[in-house]
C-alpha cells in the first residue's frame, strides 16, 4: 500500500478494518490505483433519465455487460450502479472491478418541484453481490431532505457495520434554490460539509459557479476575501468544506458534452484544486466505445499529473 493510501485511510480513524479494506480496495485499483486519485463510472442514468435518452446515442449501452466491461478496460477505480444493472452483470465480472451499490434512484416521469429518491437497493443487496461500498443521493435544499438525511444515516451505519464504505451524491436542488443556486460556489460547499457530516467516506457534488447565493453567505465571501474566481479556487474551496480535505471528495463529470476541451480542463481544475478526481458516466458511456476509453485514459492521466491541459 503506497503512503499516499495510507494517509487516506488515517483520516477515518472511527471506522471497521473492513469498512476501511473496501476502501482500500477503491484506491488501490485500476490505473489510478495508489495515487489517491479515483474515477468512477457510474450508470444510473437508465433509472434517471430513461433507457433512450441514455443509452440511444451509443446502442451497445442497453447492455449492462457493457458498462462492466467498459469500466475494467478503461481501469476505473470502480463501477457504481443501480441493483438491477449489477445483478445483470455481476456474475460475468467477479473480482474485476470493485462495484457500487446505488441504494436510492429516482426517475424522469414525475419531476417534482420538490425532488426525492425512493430505496432501490440495501445494504444485504451490497454484500450478496460481493459491492465494496453503497451509494446514496441527498438533495440539500429539498422540502424532503431532512427525511433523506435520515435514511442515508440508517444505511450508512448498517453499511459501516458489516464493512462497507459509504459513498454520498450530494446534489442541492429544490424549491428553495433557484437555478443558479444548485450549483453556486457557496451551496455547493455546504452540500460537501453535510455529506461529510453524514458519514460519508466519499462525497461526489457538481462543480461549483461562482455565483453565491445565500445572502447570509454571500457578506462572509466578501469580507474574508475568500478565492472564487477560477474553476480551481472553487474546487479548492470545496474540498476545504469536506474537513479541511480529509474526506475524499470527487466531483460530476456533468453532462452530456462532447467538447473534449471544456471537459479537459474541467478534470485539469478539478486536479489543480486538490479534488480527488472525477465521476464519468453519460460522457463516456455514450460514445463509441475506443473513444470512450481514451477519454477516460486521459482523464485519469489528468488526474494523476502525467499530463496538463490549458
Not at 454484500?127 to 461500498?133: D, H
Not at 442515508?152 to 446534489?171: H, N
Not at 472525477?278 to 477519454?295: C, K, L, T, W, Y
Request: proline fraction near 5%; hydrophobic fraction near 40%; charge should be negative.
Amino acid at each position: 500500500m503506497t503512503p499516499r493510501v495510507k494517509e487516506i485511510l488515517s483520516w477515518y480513524g472511527a471506522d471497521s478494518p473492513g469498512a476501511l479494506t473496501n476502501l482500500a480496495r477503491l484506491l488501490n485499483h485500476g490505473r489510478l490505483a495508489g495515487t489517491g486519485k479515483l474515477v468512477i463510472l457510474p450508470v444510473d442514468q437508465g433509472f434517471e433519465h430513461g433507457p433512450a435518452r441514455s443509452f440511444a446515442a451509443n446502442p451497445p449501452a442497453y447492455d449492462p455487460r457493457y458498462h462492466f466491461e467498459l469500466a475494467i478496460e478503461a481501469g476505473c477505480n470502480a463501477y457504481a450502479a443501480p441493483l438491477g444493472f449489477l445483478e445483470a452483470g455481476g456474475r460475468d465480472f467477479i473480482g474485476d472491478v470493485p462495484l457500487i451499490l446505488k441504494c436510492n434512484d429516482a426517475d424522469s416521469l414525475n419531476d417534482g418541484v420538490e425532488p426525492d429518491q425512493a430505496m432501490t437497493g440495501s445494504v444485504a443487496d451490497a454484500l450478496r453481490l460481493g459491492a465494496s461500498a453503497v451509494g446514496f443521493t441527498i438533495y440539500p435544499g429539498s422540502s424532503n431532505q431532512y427525511e433523506m438525511f435520515e435514511k442515508v444515516r440508517t444505511l450508512a451505519e448498517e453499511a459501516k457495520a458489516y464493512g462497507l464504505a459509504v459513498v454520498i451524491w450530494s446534489y442541492p436542488r429544490g424549491g428553495a434554490l433557484t437555478t443558479a443556486g444548485e450549483t453556486s460556489i457557496d451551496v455547493i460547499a455546504y452540500a460537501a460539509q453535510i455529506a461529510a457530516q453524514l458519514g460519508a467516506h466519499i462525497i461526489k457534488v457538481k462543480l461549483p459557479t461562482a455565483h453565491i447565493e445565500q445572502d447570509a453567505a454571500r457578506n462572509v465571501y466578501q469580507t474574508k476575501k475568500i478565492p472564487i474566481a477560477t474553476q480551481a479556487d472553487r474546487v479548492r474551496h470545496v474540498v476545504q468544506a469536506a474537513f479541511a480535505g480529509r474526506r475524499i471528495l470527487i466531483f460530476s463529470g456533468g453532462a452530456a458534452n462532447f467538447d473534449d476541451k471544456a471537459l479537459y480542463e474541467e478534470f485539469q481544475a478539478i486536479h489543480d484544486g486538490g479534488g480527488f478526481g472525477s465521476i464519468v458516466g453519460r460522457n463516456s458511456f455514450q460514445r463509441p466505445h475506443d473513444e470512450a476509453i481514451a477519454m477516460l485514459h486521459k482523464a485519469m492521466d489528468i488526474h494523476a499529473g502525467k499530463t496538463k491541459v490549458g
